[in-house]
């Protein structure tokens, strides 16, 4: 009976790496499962022991695209769309939603975001849309009265710990850091939270573990800790790293007024990894 109480759920982009651990995660927490799975993916090799690993697991796999009107009226089939496609095809969603718009079954999208927040996001000329492009998303799934949770979790610690947020490295620095201004939480397992949870319904679920937010220098003097040795510091000014970036990143507090809710405070049961753990693999 239990099972039945769980919403239907369908990942689009189920093969990427995120959204593998989103469906992996729904099957697990008990929600009937579906992939949108491109036609080309079955016959490609390098996606067969991933295709299997999900099927396995227990998750249907629709044959479907976003380009492919037809094949979107899979989304009849489920109560939740989980959307986990790559950043630079955002806009691709748009028939989605349009197909979502008419299917009054739907009762939540996850867009593709999990990331920084865009509509917080300061972006300079060089960001080409990167931000603006999910905003529009944004408006379009509100303006089309679609009930929404979006989820930012900042910049996933794989992508910017490696080089302890030094452009240029693959790997953490033993001689010497540049520090900016002054001073894998797993999202696909929060995700998965929200899905038949009213406390995140139309709001924006932030991912903000306390023992990960921390300044440059925090992570300079926890990774100087690791390695038992002093770094030679070069500093850059606020001014001077926006020259370097392609948009400004700002910390802010979570405004519940304002749709936003605290993800680790709404799970505190969801085990993550720490930025010290994170940097103990790097050693």
Request: aromatic share 8%; glycine share 6%.
């Amino acid at each position: 009976m239990e099972e039945e109480k769980k919403s239907r759920v369908l990942v689009i982009g189920a093969t990427g790496r995120l959204g593998h651990y989103l469906t992996r995660f729904s099957i697990q927490s008990g929600h009937p499962t579906f992939a949108l799975i491109r036609n080309s993916t079955f016959s490609d090799p390098s996606k067969s022991a991933n295709l299997e690993s999900l099927s396995s697991a227990g998750v249907t796999l629709l044959k479907g695209s976003l380009d492919d009107e037809a094949s979107l009226e899979a989304v009849s089939k489920v109560d939740v769309v989980i959307s986990a496609i790559p950043s630079k095809h955002v806009l691709d969603q748009t028939l989605l939603i349009n197909v979502i718009k008419r299917t009054p079954s739907i009762k939540r999208f996850i867009p593709a975001e999990y990331g920084a927040d865009p509509d917080k996001t300061q972006v300079s000329d060089l960001d080409h849309g990167f931000y603006s492009k999910k905003s529009e998303i944004r408006r379009l799934v509100e303006s089309s009265n679609i009930p929404y949770t979006y989820i930012c979790c900042g910049l996933f610690m794989r992508i910017l710990l490696p080089s302890l947020v030094q452009p240029g490295l693959q790997s953490p620095p033993v001689d010497k850091v540049t520090v900016f201004g002054d001073g894998d939480v797993d999202a696909a397992a929060f995700t998965i939270k929200t899905i038949d949870d009213p406390r995140t319904l139309n709001k924006t679920l932030y991912l903000r573990p306390s023992g990960n937010v921390c300044s440059m220098n925090d992570l300079v003097e926890m990774w100087e800790g690791k390695i038992e040795k002093k770094l030679v510091k070069t500093f850059v000014t606020e001014s001077q790293l926006l020259e370097k970036i392609k948009g400004h990143h700002t910390y802010f507090e979570i405004d519940e007024s304002c749709g936003g809710v605290n993800g680790t405070e709404l799970y505190p049961d969801v085990k993550y990894m720490t930025v010290s753990e994170f940097l103990d693999t790097l050693l």
